[in-house]
């Protein structure tokens, strides 16, 4: 189906199943009623001095209108399936070649660590970019094995990447219920509301301290913020690949966060110094100077301390719950 | 010479996405030249020719920025061939919403910022509806999620133009805005070209100086609110 299917059906069936077309038509100033007219005649009728003055010729608002419902209509789409990502090596800050061929596959967990300007958000940013030898690195990103199509790198409605990044601020005017709303809408998902209820119910599991649903979102806290995002990110995003720029230091159940983004089998790479979440990867990439310096595979020793490492952590946790109710350290 | 129009509302990073740009081109050892046209004042002139490119300014005065900029734009395009600059950007603050300097073959692009509210997309005219590409700045002050939700919204009123986010003070971003600039269609000359939109037609007795109210006051293009 495309917008050549819907231009001779009647407004009235049309606007009941497709209702983000009177959204559209709205946000250029017009508006629409639901009857027998079909949508071609409703675009064919409308006054030119009227679009004139509201900054639009009506041979753009037809092409606009036919890519933003085929646009819609692609959501629907079965989204090409990710069964590998590979990333052929390029140079680090100094130009010397990485050497490296690295495929990494859904389920699998990838770690990015180093020091502070090494260049882990650059290897982010060349995964998100599908980089072709085109970006400062020279890297270069196959999917299954192939270079994909340049589609990847300008879709809104099939991302192949999804991101976490290290800011949570919120300067829109809504609720935290009205926010996650506006956001379904944009996604178009099947019964939205079951979708910001489920949302809005994750993130509360995940936060420490629990907001409502009217909450503002410029009021959410640090952890609260983080948490949504978290939980908009699992149950919007069909994105195969999720990266995550440091999702440390947020007061938020980073396990839980991790198991509830890899519901679905994904490809995740997450750039930390958090020694948790840098143990529950299955590999680390090393990154220094630009380049990647070193790949290290979780070991078998290293598991074992994981789970000494999330003992001491839910230790600080409980100290930390004390502090928060008033208690005095004393005894720990 | 490759040619774009750069253009969006005031202060929404049009200045510091261009220089990012221009530093990916530098890197390139391109030779470049910038147009900036502005109202009243502006200082952009500085920054770009502190950047070691070819600049000019126009400042329009009492005159729409955009209706100066068409009457000026093909000589500008002259002078940027004259010198052999490879790339010319013309950098114009969008002020009455409703014009736009967007010119139909040549690659337009708006800058438009996520701190401007959720309805701005809407409210801004052809400089926004009808640009090729669509830059969002200002991502590092907001959430990856509201980020996605003003992308939807700009998406809404443009889709069919290719939106990217860049960070107008670390350039993130502006590398890949970089190759698509590279893919802007090479031009001699703009004779011959036109407008993607016209321009508001602003021909009432205020438009030529007057300044006193009352109707014996108004002639030419007037129009009346409902009341
Ligand atoms: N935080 C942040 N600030 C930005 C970003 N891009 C631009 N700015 C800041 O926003 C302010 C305005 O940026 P300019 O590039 O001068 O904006 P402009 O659109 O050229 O402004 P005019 O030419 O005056 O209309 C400056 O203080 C920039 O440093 C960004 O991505 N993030
Ligand atoms: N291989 C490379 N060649 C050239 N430039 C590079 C390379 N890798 C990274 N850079 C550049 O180095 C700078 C710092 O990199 P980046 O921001 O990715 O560091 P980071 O590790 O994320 O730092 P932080 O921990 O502070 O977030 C960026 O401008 C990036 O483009
Ligand atoms: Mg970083
Ligand atoms: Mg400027
Ligand atoms: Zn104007
Ligand atoms: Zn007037």
Redesign the pocket.
């Known amino acids: 189906m495309n917008y050549y299917d819907l231009l001779p059906r009647p407004l009235s069936e049309l606007l009941e199943e497709h209702p983000y077309i009177v959204d559209f038509l709205s946000s250029f100033g017009l508006e629409v009623e639901a009857g027998p007219t079909t949508l071609q005649g409703y675009l064919e009728n409308l006054d030119l001095d009227l679009l004139e003055d509201l900054g639009v010729g009506a041979e753009q608002l037809q092409q606009s209108l036919h890519d933003f419902i085929n646009g819609m209509l692609a959501l629907d789409d079965p989204l090409d399936k990710v069964n590998s990502l590979t990333l052929i090596g390029g140079f680090d800050k100094s130009g010397t070649a990485e050497n490296l061929e690295l495929t990494l596959k859904p389920g699998e967990i990838i770690c990015i660590v180093g020091p502070t300007g090494s260049g ?2 650059r290897l982010l940013a060349d995964i998100e970019w599908v980089a072709q030898g085109d970006t400062p690195t020279g890297r270069k990103i196959l999917i299954n094995g192939e270079v994909p199509d340049s589609k990847w790198r300008f879709s809104t409605e099939h991302k192949l990447v999804a991101q976490l990044s290290q800011n949570m601020n919120f300067v829109m005017d809504l609720s935290a219920e009205e926010f996650v709303r506006m956001h379904a809408e944009s996604r178009l998902v099947t019964e939205p509301e079951k979708k910001v209820e489920m949302i809005l119910k994750q993130a509360n599991e995940l936060a420490g301290e629990t907001f409502l649903p009217d909450t503002p979102v410029t009021s959410l806290s640090g952890g609260q913020s983080r948490a949504l995002m978290i939980a908009d990110m699992a149950c919007l995003s069909k994105s195969p690949i999720v990266l995550i ?2 999702i440390e230091n947020a007061g938020i159940d980073r396990k839980k966060a991790l198991d509830l983004l890899m519901r679905e089998e994904k490809i995740v790479l997450m ?1 930390t110094h958090d020694p948790i979440l840098a143990l529950m990867g299955d590999k680390r990439l090393v990154i220094k100077n630009g380049g990647i310096a070193r790949i290290i595979e979780a070991s078998d020793a290293e598991r074992k301390n994981l789970i000494a490492l999330e003992e001491l952590d839910n230790q600080l946790l409980a100290l930390r719950n004390r502090i928060r109710s008033g208690e005095t350290l004393e005894n720990i | 010479m490759r040619f774009l129009t750069v253009s969006g509302p005031p202060s929404s990073g049009k200045t510091s996405v261009i220089l990012r740009v221009i530093e990916a081109l530098q890197a390139r050892q391109r030779k470049i030249g910038v147009v900036k046209f502005d109202c009243l004042l502006t200082e952009d002139d500085q920054l770009y020719a502190k950047k070691g490119v070819l600049v000019k300014k126009g400042l329009s005065g009492a005159l729409c920025p955009d209706h100066y900029f068409v009457s000026n734009i093909e000589a500008c395009v002259s002078w940027g061939h004259e010198n052999d600059c490879e790339y010319l950007i013309s950098e114009s603050a969008g002020l009455c919403n409703r014009c736009s300097p967007h010119i139909n073959e040549i690659t337009a692009v708006c800058v438009i910022d996520n701190l401007s509210g959720i309805n701005t997309p809407r409210k801004i005219g052809p400089m926004l509806k009808s640009a090729d590409i669509v830059v969002i700045t200002k991502g590092d002050i907001v959430s990856q999620a509201e980020r996605e939700v003003f992308a939807s919204r700009v998406k809404q009123v443009n889709p069919g133009a290719i939106i990217m986010n860049i960070n107008g003070i670390t350039g993130q971003g502006a590398f890949e805005l970089t190759s698509l600039f590279e893919d802007a269609s090479d031009i001699e000359t703009l004779k011959g070209k036109t407008l993607r939109f016209s321009m508001p037609s602003a021909l009432c007795s205020y438009c030529l100086g007057e300044t006193r109210i009352g109707e014996e006051y108004q002639t030419g293009n007037i129009r009346k609110m409902d009341i």
Request: net charge negative; charged share 60%; proline share 0%.
């Open positions: 882990k958000s720029d440091e750039a």
